[in-house]
């Protein structure tokens, strides 16, 4: 049976957004304290014992991040044509991670962001 390790990274930022459509509160801008959790599968572990060092993740999560940060989600151009929800914007920081950071050996598996602490959203690829 094939080993797999999955490491973790918590990050946060902070923005405002609105959700086109909307029939509520919703609608109108509004801010969150936003929970960034990056999850990353690899196979091998190096010398040290390390699929992947924490380090080598969180200055890419936290360089897109800094993007996102104080800002409105609504004027960025990856939430032109959707909504910047929690599921939408999971989906544009798996895919800008695993732009930066995928190769032979690792692999990240899966984002979750939430948006107040008892709600949020996973994406992942299958």
């Given at each position: ?7 973790f990274?918590?990050s ?45 993740i ?8 800094t ?23 999971a ?36």
């Amino acid at each position: 049976m094939a080993e797999v390790f999955e490491i973790f990274v918590k990050s946060r930022f902070a923005a405002a957004h609105s959700l086109g459509g909307y029939p509520g509160n919703c609608a109108r801008v509004h801010g969150h304290n936003w929970e960034v959790e990056v999850f990353v599968r690899c196979s091998e572990l190096d010398e040290l014992g390390m699929g992947v060092d924490f380090c080598a993740i969180e200055p890419v999560v936290k360089e897109i991040l800094t993007g996102l940060d104080h800002g409105n989600l609504n004027d960025l151009p990856a939430f032109a044509n959707q909504n910047p929800t929690a599921e939408n914007i999971a989906r544009f920081l798996y895919k800008e991670l695993a732009r930066k950071l995928d190769t032979h050996a690792i692999h990240i598996s899966r984002v979750k962001v939430s948006e107040t602490p008892e709600a949020g959203a996973f994406y992942w690829e299958e």
